[in-house]
């Protein structure tokens, strides 16, 4: 009875009621006709057994058969349901039975056996067959009739009980129930009101819903009220955005005037005083500039105006470009700043490259200027999937790290990690706001953690699209082929990341962080046809231990590349006397190592084909005249 009106369940659940009582009621009303009608018939039979018990005892005594016969004949003919009587002596042998003929038992007939005694004795017994078809046939009557009786009834009561249940519940029940509706759909105030019968139940239940209309109505007002305030908000926001991107631009164009004149004066002769002041004029311009982009950025993302353009880009240089930017203030602190990308990775991305290198200075940045010892590590890898490449970026430091409570508000606007009162660092605290809603702009995701007085990691997501565009490198050509490079640098990473970078070029090498144990393999070994030194190592610096080199005679004329992290090394000047043919910053590109090692490695030959030419056109024209070459250096 799923899915009917309440009403239509209590009807039926009458009706079957109804069948069911009555059903039972008749089968009783069977039971007791039938065990009536056999106490009847019992009786009727002893009753007749007495009284041929009267007429027949001296005939059974003397068994006079034409007497008993006529006597059974006349009892026979005269009680209708009566159908057979037989008559036994006392032995029980049959006397005589009338009818003669014998009658089938069946259903509609019943046996009694009755004795015929005198006084206490037994003279014989009579057996008796009576039809009860008549009395089944009343009693089916009967039972009918008290089916009838029963449901007409319980329908009567049924129908009474309906009525009451719809009048004085059902009734209430659905005026409470539409007044629910009304009140959940906010509809217009209806005027529905219990009747006065209603049972007290009902009453508190509309009273329930008179108290949730209430609250509901207050929701609404409420909710109204919320909804203009929030859109005074939005207007309010959108005013302040407008007005913050408005004064942006309107301080941007004196302040580039200012920073301006302040570089073109600084190309004048100044006292060291005047330079001072400057010097310092620019570097409080440019971080004011940087200050005003911040909030700019921040006011187009607020405003929802910030617009992504995608193009094709090198993330290799885009990466390289952002570190170099860092570099000057890395190296102020001494800090090493390594960049590890993994060589399986395509070289060209389709995204907002401007935007991406937003990212990647800002969190980057952040790295530098909260760690005073270390290093900096940042790696880049990704998995692809079709045209589009999930990349990941690890930007791990060394830092002060970042105090577990803060962590969830870092990325909110004008939060940091130190306190204003204690704050030891500069900056708006827009930058990782921004990186945020950045990041979430390109459909992506970044992840912190930290620990304090260790370090800290950002971990960001980007899916960025595989550009087609093919990068062209440059290969080694044949007659530089198995060659085998010296790595030397103090951190165990950077040894690892040049040697993955040079095998990925085609080249052997051989690493070591400890300078003393490079010259004492250098002094027993003679098979580098180039080294890579490391400039700022702790025992010696690069250009030391390039000299200590060239003292070793089987290692005088060994082509050396210096890395640096910083412009802290000498000139290419200074380089050149010191036997060094090339110094490159880092981090340094795959494409501008391979080609400074490719240069290094052609030189002698290249060197000695043009010696070779000279000297047959010299045998030709001047064949007395000798011919000296100057050594090559290849510089970056």
């Known amino acids: 009875m799923r899915n009917l009106r309440l009403s239509t369940q209590i009807a039926m659940s009458l009706l079957l009621a109804a069948i069911f009582i009555g059903f039972i009621a008749g089968e009783w009303e069977r039971r007791v006709a039938t065990s009536q009608l056999q106490d009847n018939l019992a009786r009727q039979a002893d009753l007749t057994v007495s009284l041929m018990n009267g007429l027949m005892l001296e005939a059974i005594i003397v068994e006079d058969i034409p007497l008993i016969n006529t006597a059974l004949e006349q009892a026979v003919t005269r009680i209708p349901t009566l159908l057979a009587i037989t008559v036994f002596d006392e032995t029980g042998q049959k006397i005589t039975k009338f009818p003669l003929a014998n009658i089938p038992f069946n259903d509609d007939m019943t046996k009694f ?6 006084e206490g004795e037994k003279f014989g017994s009579m057996e008796i067959f009576w039809s009860t078809r008549e009395g089944k046939i009343a009693v089916a009557k009967k039972v009918q009739q008290m089916h009838r009786i029963m449901t007409l009834t319980i ?3 049924a129908a009474l009980i309906l009525f009451l249940v719809s009048r004085m519940a059902m009734r209430p029940l659905s005026i409470v129930h539409q007044r629910m509706q009304a009140t959940i759909a906010r509809e217009v105030e209806i005027d529905l009101k219990l009747p006065r019968y209603a049972a007290q139940e009902f009453k508190e239940l509309d009273g ?5 209309e209430l609250v509901l109505s207050e929701r609404d007002d409420r ?11 939005n207007a309010a926001s959108e005013a302040k955005s407008e007005f913050l991107a408005t004064m942006s631009h309107e301080i941007r164009t004196p302040m580039n005037g200012v920073i301006g004149m302040a570089e073109l004066l600084q190309e004048t002769k100044l006292s060291r005083i005047q330079r001072d002041y400057v010097e310092t004029i620019s570097s409080s311009g440019a971080s004011l500039m940087n200050i005003i982009n911040d909030i700019l950025d921040f006011s187009k993302i607020e405003a929802g105006r910030l617009e992504l353009f995608d193009e094709a880009f090198v993330l290799e240089t885009l990466t390289n470009e952002v570190i170099r930017t860092v570099l000057p203030t890395a190296a102020k ?3 090493e700043t390594i960049l590890r990308i993994d060589p399986d990775l395509p070289a060209r991305f389709i995204g907002d490259k401007n935007r991406i290198r937003q990212i990647l200075l800002n969190v980057i940045g952040n790295a530098v200027k909260f760690t005073a010892k270390g290093h900096v590590t940042v790696q880049i890898s990704g998995q692809s999937n079709g045209e589009l490449t999930n990349l990941t970026i690890v930007v791990k430091d060394t830092g002060v790290g970042i105090p577990e409570h803060k962590l969830d508000v870092i990325f909110d606007a004008f939060q940091q990690v130190d306190g204003a009162k204690n704050r030891a660092h500069d900056g708006t605290g827009l930058g990782l706001a921004i990186t945020h809603r950045l990041i979430q702009k390109m459909n992506g995701d970044v992840q912190v953690t930290s620990d304090v007085g260790v370090g800290t990691e950002f971990q960001i997501t980007l899916p960025l699209t595989i550009s087609d565009q093919v990068v062209e490198r440059t290969m080694p050509i044949n007659h530089v082929e198995n060659k085998k490079i010296l790595i030397v640098d103090d951190l165990e990473i950077n040894c690892q990341i040049l040697s993955e970078r040079l095998r990925t070029i085609g080249f052997e090498s051989t690493s070591y962080t400890s300078a003393r144990e490079a010259v004492e393999k250098l002094q027993s070994e003679n098979n580098f046809d180039l080294a890579i030194l490391d400039y700022r190592m702790p025992e010696m610096t690069g250009y030391e231990l390039a000299c ?3 003292e070793i005679p ?8 210096i890395l640096s992290s910083a412009d802290d090394c000498s000139t290419l000047s200074d380089a050149r006397k010191r036997q060094i043919q090339d110094v490159l910053l880092k981090p340094v590109e795959i494409d501008v190592l391979r080609k400074s090692i490719l240069g290094l490695l052609s030189a002698p030959q290249k060197k000695q084909a043009i010696k070779k030419s000279v000297e047959q056109r010299n045998q030709v024209k001047m064949p007395h005249t000798a011919i000296v070459s100057s050594p090559i250096f290849l510089y970056h």
Do not use: Y
């Open 155 to 157: 329908f009567c009561l």
């Open 554 to 561: 089987d290692h005088a004329k060994l082509p050396i590349i």
């Open 208 to 212: 329930s819903v008179g108290m949730l």
């Open 223 to 233: 909710e109204k009220a919320l909804s203009h305030a929030m859109d005074r908000a």
């Open 548 to 550: 200590k080199i060239s």
């Open 333 to 335: 602190k001494n800090i």
């Open 113 to 118: 056996d009755q004795a015929v005694t005198f």
